[in-house]
């Protein structure tokens, strides 16, 4: 590894041979449609919980299919195609390699496209299988477990041959191939096939958060130590801090997933050691936070100028928050009140769409126009989507966290049922809005991809007359 690398500058012919750029927008353009539907599954479940369902009695509608698909639409639809589209850009960049095979490449964006569709599909008819975050139909359990091994393969093939140190960013790329592969592996056919009971809770516990941990995790800090540098002219801060930042995700990620069955008759002293090693982590990631603002330090006005810096360093910041709540909400003193409370949902917002959604969407804000060869047509549309974006999660998830806290008091006083739902409603109704604002920014990304396509197709079209 190579402290003071940014990334080695290539030629644009090299770039048209390791990039294949075609590949990238198709990636970017199908995650966005993934949020779009997400996003109005979302509604819909929002819609639900405060009595106004406008698909009330429909079966093909019912809430609790509509809500897996909001979670596996975000998680597989739009995060993963998301992150394979800048994998396709930075890795035959970093290493001045192309992928093992291109057209490889493109039968895995089919395929992916066939396994996140036909879990769509399958969710709507009812065939889901009964695994929190696994609950993609058993028939397409082998073809997404084969998608991720070709997947590895086609990128692995670049970082093996490439000569010279390895950057940070590739460290963790290597590992999230590796771990997404054995943790979907895990999750989804020992819990079914193989254990069950409070053993399959165990392991359910560990695949729900080995799949933000070791898939999610890796690949957007791993793109985040190549972008940020590349944006800001200059090498990361320290290359110690992100040898412990990998090096502490990789020893004590694995170790946490029973926190998510506090109270549960899985042994205590799984319990307890999954508590002491998530709070490790929070440790762990503290130091990461602090090298990227390190990086940053003397240039925070770039902040203002520099859209995608805006976006990383806003995920940042809710990343930070979010650890931080973490390291709280995994004590047994606060499970007390907050488990299986709105808090959780809260918690999940801000870590699944105000940081890796951000890193995602400020890379697609810095690569989109590069590709078209043309600046956005709006930057007012660019300024909406952000603060619409960010002040609709954070407004949602301080809703919701607020409301988890009121919920356990109550459960705790042992007070009626009704009377936590009932005073949960107005906040429920918040969520509606904030949700919409959420969506209201991505409709203003949307049309400004549309604006700036057309522009410059018109370009083209002047050129060539
Ligand atoms: C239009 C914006 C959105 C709305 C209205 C919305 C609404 C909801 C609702 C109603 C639930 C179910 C809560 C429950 O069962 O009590 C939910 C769950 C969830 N949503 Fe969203 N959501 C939105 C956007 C997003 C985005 C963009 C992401 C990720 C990037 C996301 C990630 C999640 C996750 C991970 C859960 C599961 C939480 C859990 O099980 O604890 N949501 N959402």
Same mark, same amino acid.
Request: hydrophobic letters at 55%.
């Given at each position: 590894?190579?402290?003071? $690398?940014?990334?080695?500058?290539?030629?644009?012919?090299?770039? $048209?041979?390791?990039?294949?750029?075609?590949?990238?927008?198709?990636?970017?353009?199908?995650?966005?449609? *993934?949020?779009?539907?997400?996003?109005?599954?979302?509604?819909?479940? =929002?819609?639900?919980?405060?009595?106004?369902? +406008?698909?009330?009695?429909?079966?093909?509608?019912?809430?609790?299919?509509?809500?897996?698909?909001?979670?596996?639409?975000?998680?597989?639809?739009?995060?993963?195609?998301?992150?394979?589209?800048?994998?396709?850009?930075?890795?035959?960049?970093?290493?001045?390699?192309?992928?093992?095979?291109?057209?490889?490449?493109?039968?895995?964006?089919?395929?992916?496209?066939?396994?996140?569709?036909?879990?769509?599909?399958?969710?709507?008819?009812?065939?889901?299988?009964?695994?929190?975050?696994?609950?993609?139909?058993?028939?397409?359990?082998?073809?997404?477990?084969?998608?991720?091994?070709?997947?590895?393969?086609?990128?692995?093939?670049?970082?093996?041959?490439?000569?010279? +140190?390895?950057?940070?960013?590739?460290?963790?790329?290597?590992?999230?191939?590796?771990?997404?592969?054995? $943790?979907?592996?895990?999750?989804?056919?020992?819990?079914?096939?193989?254990?069950?009971?409070?053993?399959?809770?165990?392991?359910?516990?560990?695949?729900?958060?080995?799949?933000?941990?070791?898939?999610? #995790?890796?690949?957007?800090?791993?793109?985040?130590?190549?972008?940020?540098?590349?944006?800001?002219?200059?090498?990361?801060?320290?290359?110690?801090?992100?040898?412990?930042?990998?090096?502490?995700?990789?020893?004590?990620?694995?170790?946490?997933?029973?926190?998510?069955?506090?109270?549960?008759?899985?042994?205590?002293?799984?319990?307890?050691?999954?508590?002491?090693?998530?709070? =490790?982590?929070?440790?762990?990631?503290? $130091?990461?936070?602090?090298?990227?603002?390190?990086?940053?330090?003397?240039?925070?006005?770039?902040?203002?100028?520099?859209?995608?810096?805006?976006?990383?360093? #806003?995920?940042?910041?809710?990343? *930070? &928050?979010?650890?931080?709540?973490?390291?709280?909400?995994?004590?047994?003193?606060?499970?007390?009140?907050?488990?299986?409370?709105?808090?959780?949902?809260?918690?999940?917002?801000?870590?699944?769409?105000?940081?890796?959604?951000?890193?995602?969407?400020?890379?697609?804000?810095?690569?989109?126009?590069?590709? &078209?060869?043309?600046?956005?047509?709006?930057?007012?549309?660019?300024?909406?989507?952000?603060?619409?974006?960010?002040?609709?999660?954070?407004?949602?998830?301080?809703?919701?966290?607020?409301?988890?806290?009121?919920?356990?008091?109550?459960?705790?006083?042992?007070?009626?049922?009704?009377?936590?739902?009932?005073?949960?409603?107005?906040?429920?109704?918040?969520?509606?809005?904030?949700?919409?604002?959420? *969506?209201?920014?991505?409709?203003?990304? &949307?049309?400004?991809?549309?604006? #700036?396509?057309?522009?410059?197709?018109?370009?083209?079209?002047?050129?060539?007359?």
């Amino acid at each position: 590894m190579n402290e003071a $690398t940014i990334a080695t500058p290539i030629t644009p012919k090299q770039h $048209t041979e390791l990039v294949d750029e075609k590949l990238v927008r198709l990636y970017f353009i199908t995650a966005l449609i *993934f949020l779009a539907t997400s996003m109005l599954a979302g509604l819909l479940m =929002a819609m639900q919980l405060i009595r106004h369902n +406008p698909l009330r009695g429909i079966e093909f509608f019912s809430p609790g299919r509509w809500r897996m698909l909001h979670t596996n639409a975000v998680a597989y639809g739009f995060l993963a195609n998301g992150f394979l589209g800048a994998l396709h850009w930075a890795i035959p960049r970093l290493t001045l390699q192309p992928v093992l095979d291109k057209r490889l490449s493109w039968l895995i964006y089919a395929a992916w496209q066939g396994v996140v569709g036909a879990t769509a599909v399958g969710l709507l008819l009812g065939e889901a299988q009964a695994l929190e975050w696994g609950e993609t139909p058993v028939w397409i359990d082998p073809v997404a477990q084969l998608g991720l091994l070709l997947v590895a393969i086609n990128f692995m093939t670049p970082i093996a041959r490439m000569k010279g +140190p390895m950057y940070v960013t590739l460290w963790y790329f290597l590992a999230a191939f590796v771990w997404t592969f054995l $943790t979907y592996a895990m999750g989804n056919f020992i819990p079914e096939y193989v254990v069950g009971g409070t053993a399959a809770g165990a392991v359910g516990g560990l695949f729900i958060h080995d799949l933000v941990g070791l898939f999610v #995790t890796p690949l957007g800090w791993g793109l985040m130590y190549y972008f940020v540098p590349i944006l800001l002219k200059k090498p990361i801060w320290s290359h110690g801090l992100s040898l412990v930042g990998f090096w502490g995700l990789a020893f004590f990620y694995p170790l946490q997933g029973i926190h998510h069955f506090l109270y549960t008759p899985i042994p205590m002293f799984l319990q307890y050691g999954a508590v002491v090693s998530t709070i =490790a982590v929070e440790l762990v990631v503290t $130091t990461v936070v602090i090298n990227f603002f390190g990086t940053l330090w003397g240039n925070a006005g770039v902040v203002k100028t520099n859209m995608p810096i805006r976006w990383f360093y #806003t995920g940042m910041i809710y990343y *930070f &928050l979010t650890c931080l709540q973490c390291s709280f909400q995994v004590t047994l003193t606060f499970q007390k009140i907050i488990h299986f409370s709105d808090w959780v949902v809260g918690h999940a917002h801000m870590v699944m769409f105000g940081v890796f959604s951000m890193w995602i969407m400020g890379i697609m804000l810095y690569l989109y126009p590069r590709m &078209l060869n043309r600046p956005w047509a709006s930057p007012k549309l660019l300024e909406w989507h952000y603060w619409l974006s960010t002040l609709g999660v954070g407004f949602m998830a301080a809703d919701l966290i607020l409301l988890g806290v009121f919920q356990g008091w109550s459960w705790a006083a042992l007070e009626p049922w009704d009377a936590s739902t009932d005073f949960s409603y107005p906040f429920w109704v918040l969520r509606v809005f904030a949700g919409l604002a959420m *969506f209201g920014g991505l409709l203003a990304f &949307l049309q400004n991809i549309w604006l #700036t396509t057309r522009a410059a197709a018109a370009d083209r079209l002047a050129q060539k007359s």
